[in-house]
Structure formats: C-alpha cells, structure tokens
C-alpha cells in the first residue's frame, strides 16, 4: 500500500500566493523527499529532508517535517504560473532499501 | 548528460500484443526503477534492480509482466499479452545509490495505450 498520503488532492490559488502540502506517511522513515511533475513529464527531486531533520529551505521551498505525527509539510511561498504542476511526497523506509514510496500527489493549479 | 532516456514515448497496441519498453538509466547509476501511473492507482513501483540484479519485483502486477537487466545501460519492461487496464504511463527511474541522501533520476515515461 502507498506509504504517503497528501493532503489536499488538488489546490487552487492566485499568482503571489503561498501554497501549502501534506503529506502523512505509516511507518519509520530515514528521509522523506518531494517530487513536482509537469503534466506529460517525469518526476524532478525537490527537496530531502532527512528523519533527525525538523526543518529545511531551498529558495521558495520549506519543508518541515514531525516524526512524531508522521508528517510532512511543502510550502512554496510566492507562488508563479510556472509551480503548476503535480507534487509528491516519497519516503523511504528505515530499512534502507532502495525503494521510495510515493504518496498520490497533490495537483496544484497557480493562476495568473 | 542526458539524463534517464525511454522509447519509446507513445506506444498504442492492441489487446494481445507484445509490448516492449525500454530504459537507458543515468551513467553510473547502479538502481534502476520502473514505476506504472495511472489515475486511479497512482504511481506504482513495479520492480527495481541494483546492479543488474532485480531486487524487489513484488509490484509486478502478474506474470505477463517481465523485465530484465542485461547490462548496466540498457533494461526492458515486457508485458505478453498486453491487455487494455495495462494502458498507463510508464516510468523508468536511475539512482546512484540507495544511501540516506539519494534521489531518484525519472525518464520521460512511455505512454501506453491498449486497445
């Protein structure tokens, strides 16, 4: 079964806004990553941050994370046309196999 | 570099035919993943290998999926007889290594179509 879950499902609002993500997971983590996907395109990485983490920055990107709720927050601040897309939240589990489990995506919508 | 490479990028087929997809991962990269998207069920991981080696094919959905490995360049994803619920698109992903910090590396997809 899908490991994360995102919270909305899909996300509307105007250019300049701030967009935020869940992303609830089941079981220990190492890490957990965020992934955007264009429509008709592959998954790009965003942003790691790993389980001893709480918080983490890249440009307009915060992530947080509550190992205690099993929760993960994206926000994208000053949101562009150009987010438009679909975003992921992956874990992978303490075992430290390859695999990453993706959640079913929230689908974001930045109007101009 | 460029990147994770798939062909083809549209199949359309009919019910019962063979279809092969193909994957040329990141150089270097010693996992290699294939992954199925559809509405319904989201993104799937079907079976993922480290160093040619298949490691985990418990997401194959059935026996008329097959993939291989023979090389580190170069994986094939097989599925005999196609069927119509098999139309999804399908993802191919290189990663370096399966360490904390690594991220996985996606290829265009191949959009399949069974009629």
């Given at each position: 079964s899908q490991q994360g879950e995102e919270d909305p499902q899909a996300l509307s609002i105007q250019e300049g806004e701030n967009a935020t993500m869940n992303c609830s997971y089941k079981t220990s983590i190492n890490n957990l990553q965020w992934y955007r996907q264009n429509s008709g395109r592959g998954l790009v990485h965003l942003i790691l941050i790993r389980s001893n983490?709480?918080?983490?920055?890249?440009?307009?990107?915060r992530v947080t994370?509550?190992?205690?709720?099993?929760?993960?927050?994206?926000l994208i601040t000053a949101s562009r046309a150009a987010d438009t897309a679909s975003y992921f939240c992956a874990t992978r589990g303490s075992s430290n196999t390859g695999k990453l489990i993706f959640g079913q995506g929230t689908t974001l919508q930045v109007k101009p | 570099d460029a990147g994770v490479i798939q062909s083809p990028r549209?199949?359309?087929?009919?019910?019962?035919q063979e279809v092969t997809l193909r994957c040329k991962p990141i150089s270097g990269h010693d996992y290699l993943f294939w992954y199925r998207q559809t509405m319904m069920r989201g993104l799937e991981l079907l079976i993922y290998f480290n160093n040619n080696v298949p490691i985990d094919d418990s997401g194959m959905p059935e026996d008329r999926f097959s993939a291989k490995m023979p090389n580190a360049s170069f994986s094939t994803l097989k599925i005999q007889p196609s069927e119509p619920r098999d139309s999804a698109v399908y993802f191919c992903a290189s990663?370096?290594?399966a360490s904390d910090t690594d991220t996985q590396y996606f290829g265009p997809g191949t959009r399949l179509t069974v009629l």
């Open positions: 983490e709480r918080e983490k920055h890249s440009g307009r990107l994370l509550d190992t205690s709720k099993k929760s993960s927050s994206l | 549209h199949e359309v087929t009919e019910m019962g990663s370096f290594r």
